[in-house]
C-alpha cells in the first residue's frame, strides 16, 4: 500500500505567566460606558460577577513587567522541542502567529521590527539560514491558520518540520476602563508538527478557512480609551461583543461541519473539540448549535475541555496551550487516545474563522 505524508503533532508546549490576577482586583477599578459616562464603582461587584457568569472566568494571567510575548513563545517554543525531542537546527518553518507584536508596559506602541518569529529564532539559537521564519497576524485563529500552512508546507515535501507558536499579551493592550478588558489575558503555547510517512490517514486529515470582511472585518478593531481622561492617540482592543457573540455562533458551527465534510467524517466521530477559549457562554452555545447542525440532541460529557476560567482569553495562545495541557496529563478527566478524531477551532478579529480535523497517533 502506498505511503504518503501526513503532519502529525510530536511535541507541544506553554508558556503561563506566574502572574494570576482574580476577579476581585477589578473591584476598584474605574469603568465607562463607549460613550465616556462613568460607572458607579458601588456597580463594580455586580459588573464583575456578571462577566463570570457570561465568560466563566475567575481569574487570568498576566505577564510581568520585564517579560515580553516573544519571551513568552520563545520559552513556550523551547518546551515543545524539548517534548518532541527535536534539534532546532533541523526545523524548516517557524510560523509565530500574534497581534500585537512586543508590547512593553508602560505604553500600547506596537514592535514589530525586528518580527517575533525573527526574535524567537534568535532567542532559541537556531543558526540555520534555511529556517524560514515568519510573522502570521490572523485574529485569535492565527495559531490554528499557521498549523494549517505548515501542513501545506510539509504535505508538499516543502519541509519535513515545523515550529508553530501562538504568543500575546492583550493585558497591555486592553483599556482597563473598559469592562471586556477584563476577559484578556497573556500567555503563550506552541507545537512542533513533523511529517510521518504511512498508508493510513493519522495527523491532519482536513481543515477549512473563511474570511467575512465586508460586513464584520471591525467587529474587534483598535479604538481611544472610554476614559475621555485618556490621551486619544493611544489605542486599545476594542469589541462589538455582542455582535462577535451572533457572528461566532452562527458561522464556527458551518465551519466545523465543513471541516468534517472535507474528511468525509461525522460529528459522531469526533472524541474532543478544541475551541478558542474566548468565552465560556458563547462557546458552550456554538457546541449546541454544532450538535443540532447533524441532528444530534446528547451531548457527550467531556468533549469540550476548557481553561478559560483560569486562564482568561489569550487570543492566539488559547488553542495551543489548552492542547498542551491535554497532552500532557494535566487536565483532570481529560486525555487523547490513539485514534481520536480531535477538531480545532477558532474565531477572532477579522472576522476569521478556522477548523482542523486531526487523528491523534
Known sequence: MRKRRFSVFTGSGSALPTRRIENREFAERRFFLDYGRPLDPVDNPRIVQKLQDITGITERRYAADDVLASDLGAAAAARALDDAGTDPETLDYIVVAHNFGDVRPCHARLDLVPTLAARIKEKLRIRNPWCVAYDLPFGCPGWLQGVIQADYFLRSGDADRALVIGAETLSRVSDPHDRDGMIYADGAGAAVLEVLEVPTPVGILGHATR?????????????????????????????????????????????????????????????????????????????????????????????????????????????????????????????????????FASVGAGMNINSLVYRHP
Open 211 to 343: 474570511s467575512d470582511t465586508f460586513e464584520h472585518a471591525r467587529l474587534l478593531a483598535m479604538g481611544p480609551s472610554y476614559d475621555p481622561a485618556c490621551a486619544p492617540d493611544r489605542l486599545f482592543l476594542k469589541m462589538h461583543g455582542r455582535k462577535v457573540y451572533e457572528y461566532a455562533v452562527q458561522h464556527v458551527p458551518e465551519v466545523v461541519r465543513e471541516s468534517l465534510r472535507r474528511t468525509d467524517l461525522g460529528l459522531t466521530d469526533v472524541a474532543k473539540i478544541l475551541l478558542h477559549q474566548a468565552n465560556e457562554k458563547m462557546d458552550r452555545s456554538i457546541l449546541h448549535r454544532l450538535f443540532r447542525l447533524y441532528g444530534l440532541d446528547e451531548i457527550p460529557t467531556g468533549i469540550m475541555p476548557m481553561t478559560i476560567s483560569w486562564l482568561g482569553n489569550s487570543s492566539v495562545a488559547t488553542l495551543p496551550t489548552l492542547f498542551d495541557v491535554i497532552r500532557r496529563g494535566s487536565m483532570e478527566g481529560q486525555a487523547l487516545a490513539p485514534d481520536d478524531i480531535v477538531v
